[in-house]
């Protein structure tokens, strides 16, 4: 599974997870920092994706147009960077069967 970091993420998470989520990106990496959502959904569509973001907005949009891409909301509040790897660590597997399920669009996770 790759991810798209949104903005509201640290970019440096990209390279913490690389063991487990190996070609993931940062949208301010591939020129998206100050993009609209509709443009991050399309990059991370065409790029076969998931967005991980703490925003509700890609959840609306995940209801909206199903996916891909798959969405994976990240209900953590206000976090430091090692808490928020420790809680995407800690749902790997979650993460995994999520991004075998051919019906699944949108996984909440909460620490």
């Known amino acids: 599974m790759k991810l798209l970091l949104d903005q509201n993420l640290a970019p440096k998470l990209v390279a913490r997870l690389a063991d ?32 991980v973001s703490k925003d509700a907005d890609f959840r609306q949009l995940s209801f909206l147009y199903g996916s891909p891409p798959k969405v994976v909301w990240l209900r953590v509040g206000n976090r430091s960077t090692a808490e928020i790897e420790a809680v995407i ?23």
């Not at 443009?39 to 991370?44: E, G, K, L, Q, S």
């Not at 660590?89 to 996770?109: T, W």
């Open 89 to 111: 660590r800690a749902n790997a597997s979650a993460l995994e069967a999520f991004d075998v399920d051919p019906v699944a669009s949108m996984l909440v996770i909460t620490p």
């Open 20 to 51: 487990l989520f190996p070609g993931s990106q940062h949208v301010r990496d591939v020129g998206l920092a100050m993009a609209d959502d509709r443009a991050v959904w399309d990059h991370a569509r065409a790029g076969g994706l998931a967005i």
